[in-house]
């Protein structure tokens, strides 16, 4: 039987995007309301519920706040691609960045700079994509709020031009396309390239992909007629290796000449806005120029995005990544500043983890070390080793503030003090938030304050 509905006040925000806030019964438990924002009275249904909490979702707004707005998709009640189609663009990063600091309130960070996205739609330039065949043809699109079933969605309004363009030419594949999968689209702006890859299970193990229909000739055949001077190329990864017709790769991100672009493929990270990305790599630069001319490690480097800025800093610089096809355009990117006369950059294939260990066991020691793991966060283990080895600034990046937080709780125990804190707005529409923390040693902070 499903629980009658309470009515629920909001007073703040939790990290991932819920609101949090008491019912007016007089329950002294906390809820956490998938819909809620700060000053909405809701009707809420109890979804779980545990001795100092519930978690519930929103069925109607009894009092709207001030931060709720009608969702421009006609699609936000179903699909779980965007979460915060509710919120008013205006007030997004400011939430978010409330969301960062009653997170990390405990390890006294200074206020955060807030850096707004400039667009709230048409912004992303990669985006992973769920496709199912049914009965009623191909259905593209995000999974749904709950569950995996795939929202059909034609006009996605957060994906930008050359993406919408890719995800439209690719319905035109569906006679190629096996019955379940995941499209994974990137952009540069003007061009897209598309990877046909297999779907994740609960554990985020790849699923086999089933055959995609015909050999692989035809197949190609297939996949060239839908390119044109947008949709470049398509990549399928296959279990004996990936087909793939037109380009398998976009330059992204260049700074100054061309070939200082960071090259990368669809299936390869990369942040999902250009324009917050090129002021998150300014920030990170910026961090880092007060260690102008020392030794520096990156971790987690994916295939430069960092490292290119970083190089023209430092003396020498080691940029450690665990994906072999990152890790090689990483080496080529540090063969081309060689040439050009700049830092020597070192690349290492391998875990953080294991860098960090053997650093602290050999008693080397860093000026810089700039780390912007995934989702995970870098972990207390390692985050131990980082101490050993941080002589000098410690530059955090981070797509989870509960994780970061947790990292910076034994960054701070061991003697690091942040001195710096950023919120950037990467994803409008959503709840996810980058957030930049620099860390400096006690004594040096106070130096320099």
């Not at 509710?86 to 309130?105: F, G």
Request: glycine share 12%; with cysteine.
């Amino acid at each position: 039987m499903t629980a009658a509905p309470v009515r629920v006040t909001i007073h703040g925000m939790a990290n991932g995007g819920e609101g949090i806030g008491r019912a007016e019964a007089g329950d002294a438990r906390v809820w956490f309301v998938e819909g809620g924002l700060p000053g909405d009275t809701l009707m809420v249904v109890p979804l779980q519920a545990r001795p100092r909490m519930i978690r519930g979702r929103a069925l109607e707004v009894i009092g709207q706040g001030p931060l709720r707005q009608a969702p421009p998709c006609p699609l936000a009640d179903l699909c779980g691609g965007c979460g915060w189609q509710h919120v008013l663009p205006a007030a997004q990063a400011e939430l978010k960045a409330q969301i960062v600091v009653d997170l990390l309130r405990k390890l006294g960070p200074p206020a955060p700079r807030v850096f707004a996205s400039p667009a709230a739609l048409g912004y992303r330039r990669r985006a992973r994509l769920h496709f199912e065949q049914g009965p009623g043809g191909l259905r593209l699109g995000f999974f749904a709020r709950s569950g995996h079933t795939v929202v059909d969605a034609p006009e996605c309004l957060v994906l930008d031009s050359p993406l919408r363009h890719a995800a439209a030419q690719m319905r035109r594949a569906a006679p190629l396309l096996p019955s379940h999968g995941e499209l994974h689209l990137l952009s540069d702006g003007a061009r897209a390239v598309v990877g046909v890859a297999a779907a994740s299970d609960a554990f985020g193990q790849r699923i086999p992909l089933p055959p995609l229909a015909g050999d692989s000739e035809l197949l190609r055949a297939g996949l060239a007629a839908l390119l044109d001077e947008v949709l470049v190329g398509v990549v399928v990864a296959g279990p004996r290796g990936a087909v793939g017709v037109g380009r398998d790769a976009l330059e992204l991100d260049a700074a100054g000449p061309e070939d200082m672009s960071v090259r990368t493929g669809p299936f390869a990270f990369a942040q999902a806005q250009r324009a917050q990305n090129d002021a998150l790599v300014a920030h990170v630069q910026a961090q880092a120029r007060a260690q102008r001319r020392g030794r520096g490690l990156e971790l987690f480097a994916g295939a430069g995005n960092f490292t290119r800025g970083l190089a023209g800093l430092l003396r020498e610089l080691t940029a450690v990544e665990t994906d072999g096809a990152a890790a090689a355009e990483l080496q080529l990117l540090a063969s081309r500043i060689a040439v050009r006369g700049g830092t020597r950059v070192q690349v290492k294939r391998e875990a953080a983890a294991t860098t960090l260990k053997r650093a602290a066991a050999g008693n080397y020691r860093f000026d810089l070390v700039v780390l912007d793991p995934p989702r995970a966060g870098l972990g207390t283990a390692a985050a131990r080793d980082l101490l050993k080895v941080a002589r000098g600034r410690v530059i955090h990046v981070s797509c989870d503030p509960a994780t970061l937080c947790r990292d910076l709780a034994v960054l701070t125990a061991g003697g690091l003090r942040i001195v710096d804190l950023a919120v950037f707005d990467m994803m409008p529409m959503t709840p996810e938030v980058e957030v930049v923390a620099v860390l400096d040693h006690l004594g040096r902070a106070r130096g320099q304050a």
